[in-house]
């Protein structure tokens, strides 16, 4: 018996044609109201947030290594990943890699272990297998992620060839967030206009057959919260 448990009102088969027709889709609601705030408060209360960005390659530094960081260490990343921001791709958010601390033991956050199981229980992976179309979802990896302000992620598309990735799925655990604090998901029509974008909210999900183009918006420097999700990709392989 899992800790968590989906929403038991959502009709994955109604949401599955929903799907087919958009290739993405944004289901509110889509775990029990328990679960979600089981989640959330963790999010907010329990996680040792380590930092990503890239420099030509994805870079990540444990909450630990940020800490033992001097403050103009700190300052010069920050100013080279802003940098790099202008002309190539880049991130700058908070992590907590569940998958890397699971495989690894960092025994940091047991709930986070738990999100993981459930996320590969069966009665995930089923509900997530029928609602996309494709049967051949065997597994999810995970991550947490909080954006606060200045924080953003590129344009990008989430092709990834090695890593077997058939969907993108983002589970949303932001109370009452302000539209104007940006942290939209974003999607992109062939000009370049947004063709559609999801608010960051409290206990919903953001799923996308992948590749496609798509961008975390940037956080207003005077945004007073933080955007918290679990993230991921459902995989062949
Ligand atoms: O957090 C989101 O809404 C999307 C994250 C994303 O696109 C990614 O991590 O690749
Ligand atoms: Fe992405």
């Known amino acids: 018996m899992s800790d968590f448990s989906l929403n038991s ?7 599955a044609k929903e799907y087919a027709s958009k290739r993405r889709l944004h289901i509110p609601n889509i775990l029990s109201e328990v679960s979600a705030n089981k989640i959330a408060t963790c999010l907010e209360t329990q996680v040792p947030w380590g930092f990503a960005y890239n420099n030509g390659e994805s870079q990540f530094l444990r909450a630990e290594e940020m800490q033992k ?4 260490d700190q300052q010069k990343l920050l100013k080279e990943l802003y940098d790099r921001a ?7 958010y908070n992590c907590y890699p569940i998958l890397d601390a699971y495989m690894n033991g960092w025994g940091q956050v047991p709930l986070l272990d738990r999100v993981l199981e459930f996320i590969n229980s ?4 089923a509900f997530m297998r029928t609602l996309t179309g494709r049967p051949e979802i065997i597994k999810g990896d995970a991550q947490a992620t909080r954006y606060g ?5 590129k344009f ?5 060839t090695e890593e077997f990735r058939v969907a993108a799925f983002v589970l949303n655990f932001t109370r009452d967030w ?19 974008a999801f608010l960051p909210r409290f206990n919903a999900l953001n799923i996308f ?29």
């Open 9 to 15: 009102q959502l009709n994955v088969d109604d949401l």
């Open 69 to 72: 960081m001097s403050a103009p």
């Open 86 to 92: 202008r002309t190539g791709f880049q991130y700058a």
């Open 122 to 125: 069966e009665e995930v992976l």
């Open 149 to 153: 302000p200045g924080q953003f992620l």
């Open 156 to 160: 990008h598309t989430d092709n990834v």
């Open 178 to 196: 302000d539209p104007d604090f940006g942290g939209y998901l974003q999607f992109y029509d062939k000009d370049w206009d947004i063709e559609e």
């Open 209 to 237: 057959t992948v590749p496609q183009n798509h961008a975390v918006s940037y956080v207003a420097n005077y945004a007073t919260k933080q955007r918290y999700a679990i993230t991921g990709w459902f995989r062949y392989k």
